[in-house]
């Protein structure tokens, strides 16, 4: 049976992401500072105190506000997906009370009796954020263009079509393209053909 591979052309495939025009306006770019309220409750159980912490943030993230931004763009013959437009970071850190409860035993048994204990987690106070892309813009994400099933030398009806020979009586896809074979020498996960080529 004649030899087919998908094919992909390597600009298609190599992972890419950038700062396209958008079209919309008003979306600021300057970085943004979050910082949380920290606030606990004291309960008492078994005659002791126990804290738990909360730290809830006044403000949402400034990436609520990408959702006016397009989902996709086209740009330089590619289909680009709208990916996060701001990096966040953890400023400042704090150890938060939590209550725990640990089982009892008896006689080697788990009992129903819970014992409280005071723990803690390190949960994060203060936010920043800072855009990827000046106002404006957005970050977008290159998506790959389907490939081509190509055949073996003289059955292809496009020359451009045709695999090339590789080693004895094999053959593979051209120089500047990626296969979507998996155990091909140059496989690309990102390279998808709409048909199977068999």
Known sequence: MPEQDCCC????VK???GCLPTGITGLSAEPVVLRG????????????E????????????PETKEDVLPSTLSSQGFTWNK???WQRACDEE????????HPTYKNGWETDDRVPEQEHDTKCLVFSFIRHCPAGEGLYVKQPNEGEC????????????????????????????HSGTELATDYSPRCKCRT???
């Open 94 to 101: 704090m150890k938060v009370p939590k209550v725990v409860y």
């Open 150 to 177: 190509f055949q073996e030398p003289g059955l292809a009806g496009e020359k451009s079509r045709e695999l090339t020979r590789s080693a004895g009586l094999s053959f593979k896809c051209p120089e500047g393209y």
């Open 37 to 48: 309220n920290y606030s606990y409750t004291v309960q008492t159980e078994r005659g002791r």
């Open 83 to 85: 990916g996060t437009q």
């Open 15 to 17: 992972e890419e992401e």
């Open 196 to 198: 199977k080529c068999a």
């Open 9 to 12: 052309e390597e600009a298609s």
């Open 50 to 61: 126990y804290r738990r912490g909360v730290i809830t943030f006044s403000s949402l993230s």
